[in-house]
Structures are given as structure tokens and as C-alpha cells.
């Protein structure tokens, strides 16, 4: 790693998405390389609660080159995960620097200086590579500053032990609300509130099923067709097994929607109070893009127009792995591969031209 020359690629954040951008950059004549600001490997998985599990079989949750191998259980484990990740970015030599928080990027005449808590590097173009992991959302509801029992986002959240004989309510009608509620569930007394009705994926689909409904979007849109979104009309939550327990248990059932904080509990819609010791807020995360202010501007949320993953208002960077907005099932092992080819070809093509590069 030399600080003071200019690279031509810099990758901020060291997680699946920055692996899969390194894995096509390999491939390249670019210099790059990669900026974590965690001191080990796998990206956001060793932060996620102990019990959460894949929604895809292995198989179908790979990075590009290389295959997770086989779990021993349906859905590969955090733990199988992190291995996974980690092994990964030593099988193909990734170049990546840990901990470097990048704290802000500038644009000087042509290239960028990337400001780190430890030093300056320069690069010709920038992948950011961030996630969502470090911007956990919460909604402004009103009075939430005068509850006084706890309050935890599920980016904290680790296993249910610490909430044993508690009344928690649990926030969100998502995967993380389903799952945390199904074992927080075991040991307490759980309310589960949800802006809208909870949909769940019939048993025999799992995130497979929104890969295939991500690609078919992608396909037709590529072609100029129609996207019949009506064939693939599925539930979002994925019936991993600790979520069907929870419904053979008769628990997953949202009350709706509360309008207010008391100072001991919330306020229903319908006027009612009730009184919880703690609220688990499993309401998604905002894109971890602070660093990006200085050369961009960015929605409250921290997401940023681009075109395929490339940003509209700074040509030479880009992002990946956030979601939707920088390709069909880019926070995905299986789908971020797609998004990182991409991208890699068109920095290298931007950066010297080359139209013969080997993906
Ligand atoms: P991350 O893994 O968050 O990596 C980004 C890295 O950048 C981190 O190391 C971060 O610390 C670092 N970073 C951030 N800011 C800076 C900075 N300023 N400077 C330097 N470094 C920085 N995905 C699947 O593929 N399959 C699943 O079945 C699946 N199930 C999920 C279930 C749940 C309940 C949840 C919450 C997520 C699930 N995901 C799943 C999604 C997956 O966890 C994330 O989408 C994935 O970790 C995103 O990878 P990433 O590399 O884009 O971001």
C-alpha cells in the first residue's frame, strides 16, 4: 500500500460488495485498493444477532468465482457466513486495508483525495462500498424521547437472553421483525406493530424466489419489455424455520400501528395505552454515504441518483451493493456479483479505454 500515489481505483468499505468489485478489478491492469473501517473481516455479518441465518440455500448465495460451501443446515448459519466472506477475501488475495474509516472524500483537479482518521490517499475513480449497516433508521414518532424503558435498533440487537420476562414490542414488518419476534418471543411477552399487514412467502419459496423475481425485472427492463410483477406477487418475510416455530406458537401477529411514546409504553391508534419495558426497532437502515457529502448530494436517507451503479452528478464514482437502486438484488452474495462486473467494466473503460477486458 503506498499512501502517496495516486491508484486508479480506491473501494471504500471491505464487505461482499467490496470483495466482488475486487474480484473483476483482479482480472485488470488497475491498481487498487480496498479501505475497511472494521478491524476484521465480513463486512456487517459479525454484527448481526446471533441466530440469523441466510434466506437462500449456499448454493444459491455466492459470490462470483467461487461457491459457499455446503452448510450442514437449510440455511447457512452467521457464522458459516463470516467464514465464507473471509475466506474469500484471502482466496483471491484481496488488497484490503484495516481499520481505515474514511471520513470524507474531496475532488481536486483530477483525481480524488480520500481522508482516512490515519491518512490521504489519491485515486483516479472511487467505488463506494459501504452498506447499510452503519445507518441504522428509526422513525420519528412522536414522544420517543420521553420512554423510559429501553430502546435497541436490531443493528444491536444480539440474542433474546437479555429481555427475559420483559413486555417488548417489536417495530417493523420485515424479516428482522419477523425473526427477532420469534425468539425474543420464547422468553417474553411480545407485541409485534407493523405499519402494514405482515406478508409472508408461502413455506416451500425462499430468497431464491426474489432473486428470480430481481432478475426477471432486470431481463425484461433490458429488453425494453413489460415487467408482469403480478406472476411473482410473494410476501417478503422468508418462513425460516425459527419463523415457522414462531407460528406454530400462534405469535405472529401484528396489532397495527401506534400513533405516540408515553413515558411507559405507547399509544394505539385507537387511543388505548399500554405499558412495554423495552422496544426493539426493526425498521431498516438508511445508506452509510456521509463520507460522499463533500462530492455529492444525497437524499435523507443517504442514497444518491445514479445510472446503472454510477453517479449521475460525480462521473468517476460509483456504488454498490446498496440495494435496488444500484441493481436488482446488489445487497445480495448472489446478486452483487452482477452489479460489480458491471461496474468494473466501466471504469476500466473509462479509465484507458480497453473495450477487450476478460470478465
Ligand atoms: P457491508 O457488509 O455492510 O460492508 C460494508 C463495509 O464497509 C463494512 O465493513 C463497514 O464497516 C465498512 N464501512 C462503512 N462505512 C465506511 C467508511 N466510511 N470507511 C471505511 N469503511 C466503511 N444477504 C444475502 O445475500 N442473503 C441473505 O440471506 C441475507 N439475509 C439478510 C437478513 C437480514 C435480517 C439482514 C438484515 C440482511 C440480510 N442480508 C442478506 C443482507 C446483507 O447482510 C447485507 O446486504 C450485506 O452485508 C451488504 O454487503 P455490503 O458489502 O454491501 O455491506
Known sequence: MLEDKIYDVIIIGGGQSALACGYYLRRTNLEYVILDNQVSCGGAWPHAWDSLTL????????????LMP????????????????????????????????????????????????????????????????????????PGREIFKGTQLHSAYYQKPEGFTDQK???????????????EVSK??????????????????VDGRVLFDQASAKYYAEKKGEKFDASKYNLGNIVMVPSV?????????????????????????????EESFDAVIWCTGFGFATDHLKKIISTDERGKIKTKGTRSVEEENLWLVGYGGWTGFASATLIGVGRSARATIKEIQTTLDGNENYQA
Not at 55 to 66: K, M, T
Not at 246 to 271: I, P, Y
Request: charged share 25%.
Open 244 to 272: 415457522k416455530e414462531a407460528r406454530k406458537r400462534d405469535v405472529l401477529h401484528s396489532k397495527g400501528q401506534f400513533k405516540a411514546f408515553t413515558e411507559s409504553g405507547v399509544l394505539w391508534v385507537n387511543g388505548k
Open 187 to 204: 422468553v417474553a411477552d411480545t407485541v409485534w406493530t407493523t405499519r402494514k399487514t405482515p406478508e409472508f412467502l408461502p413455506d416451500d
Open 70 to 141: 455446503k452448510s450442514e443446515h437449510e440455511f447457512p448459519t452467521k457464522t458459516e457466513v463470516i467464514d465464507y466472506v473471509c475466506q474469500y477475501e484471502k482466496r483471491y488475495k484481496l488488497p484490503v486495508e484495516r481499520p481505515f474509516q474514511v471520513k470524507e472524500v474531496k475532488k481536486e483537479a483530477s483525481y480524488f483525495t480520500i481522508i482516512t482518521d490515519k491518512s490521504n490517499f489519491y485515486s483516479k475513480t472511487i467505488i463506494s462500498a459501504t452498506g447499510t449497516f452503519g445507518t441504522p433508521f428509526i422513525p420519528n414518532v
Open 168 to 182: 417488548v414490542l417489536i417495530v417493523g414488518e420485515g424479516n428482522s421483525g419477523a425473526q427477532i419476534l420469534a
Open 55 to 66: 434466506f437462500s440455500p449456499a448454493e444459491h448465495s455466492s459470490l462470483p468465482g467461487w
